[in-house]
Each structure stands twice: as C-alpha cells, then as structure tokens.
C-alpha cells in the first residue's frame, strides 16, 4: 500500500479563493482524521469521519471550511473563501479498528499559504 | 472534551544523556496514549503508544509510563542520539475515539 495520499503537496492562493485539498485513506481503514498543524495551536483535530460519515466536526474553524467523505476512498477539505489566517499544513491520517493496532497513519501534508 | 497538556516545549539535552517528556490530560476515560515523532518538514510518525489497562512499555530506548490517578504519562528516550532531534507531541484518546495531540516538544540533542 502507497500509505495515505495526499494532494497537492503545496498550494499557494490569494485571499478569497476555494481551496480544495485532498486525501487518499489506506484501504481497509474505516477511520480518516483531518488535522491542521501551526506554530501556534500545534496539531488541531478539525474533523473526523467512520465509515464515510463525519462524526465530529467540532473542530472545523468556521463555516468557511467544509469536508467531505463521498466514499471509502476518498476525503476533502474545502475552504471558501480562504483568508491568510488559514495558512498552515493540513494532514489528513487514515486508522483502523477493526485490529490490535489504533496507529494512525498520517498523510505527507498540504502546505497551504492564503497571500 | 479530553484536553492533553504537554511539557515541556523545547528540551536540549546532550548526546548520551537521558531525555524525558510529560504530558497530562483531563478526561478518566481516555485510555490510549500514543506518542509521535515529527522530523523537520515530515509527518508525525507513531513510535511507541500504551493503553490503560497498562502501566509501562519500553521499546528499545524508548519507554513511555502511565500514572492513571493522577492522569499523566511520559515518554523517557534514554542514549539519545543526534537521530532523535524532532518535536515529539504526546495524544489521548477518550471513549468517542477522538485522538486530541499535546502541542509538542522540540528535542535538541546536543553533540
């Protein structure tokens, strides 16, 4: 397995444009996590899906960010309008749990810069 | 919700020396610890995790401890090797399967 895609790897936007980025689980894994990791807040927990359902959005900034899960296979994370503040790096990571393992394997990142 | 506290930020310790991280959070029924290891401009990576129902596991140079009562558990790299050098974040995840991160640590190993 190529492990949790993610794309792009960079992306560099203006203030106000959507921004789309996405994620690639691990097969088998029923569990995909989007994090937002900066120099301030650390690795944030914006949302996570079971099963292709969101079952915490708590997370999730503000109504500018939205997330999806239309299959097993396949996440994103939509930001409209996108704003400088909304500049960090994005991981999506994919877990199991149907085994004695609970790691969550992460994604290489989106380093998004809003200008 | 959980809240994980992690300590300290930065830590430099000499090549050789022992390094330890701790970490304490707020909800009693979280009960799986894991611990990640971030290298400069990579993904954080799993390196050792521990359950409730235990109190200590070691992998090699590494060993991570849980205290229950008082709610804390810590990672201890002993040898430290300039390999070592990252930020290391500490999580827990309670009942609801939510994995909530520490804000890290950044370890310097000094040659």
């Known amino acids: 397995d190529a492990g949790v895609i993610q794309s792009p790897r960079h992306e560099v936007t203006e203030m106000g444009q959507e921004v789309t980025l996405r994620c690639k689980p691990i097969s088998g894994h029923d569990y995909l996590f989007w994090y937002r990791q900066t120099m301030m807040r650390g690795l944030e927990l914006l949302i996570y899906f079971n099963n292709n359902v969101p079952i915490d959005d708590s997370g999730m900034p503000e109504d500018r960010f939205s997330a999806k899960m239309p299959n097993a296979s396949f996440s994103t994370l939509k930001i409209q309008p996108s704003e400088p503040r909304d500049s960090a790096v994005y991981f999506c990571?994919?877990?199991?749990?149907?085994?004695?393992?609970?790691?969550?394997?992460f994604g290489p990142g989106t380093r998004l810069t809003v200008l | 919700g959980e809240n994980v506290e992690q300590h300290p930020s930065t830590l430099s310790v000499q090549e050789g020396d022992s390094a330890v991280i701790k970490c304490t959070y707020s909800d009693s029924a979280s009960n799986y610890f894991p611990w990640y290891k971030q290298e400069l401009g990579k993904r954080p990576q799993l390196i050792i995790d521990?359950?409730?129902?235990?109190g200590e596991k070691k992998d090699q140079r590494i060993a991570v401890t849980l205290n229950k009562t008082a709610k804390h558990f810590s990672l201890h790299i002993t040898e430290t090797q300039p390999e070592d050098s990252a930020v290391y974040f500490c999580?827990?995840?309670?009942?609801?399967?939510?994995?909530?991160f520490g804000k890290g640590t950044r370890l310097h190993i000094l040659p």
């Open positions: 521990i359950r409730s129902n235990v």
């Open positions: 999580a827990a995840r309670g009942e609801d399967d939510k994995i909530i």
């Open positions: 990571a994919s877990s199991s749990s149907g085994g004695p393992i609970d790691e969550q394997f």
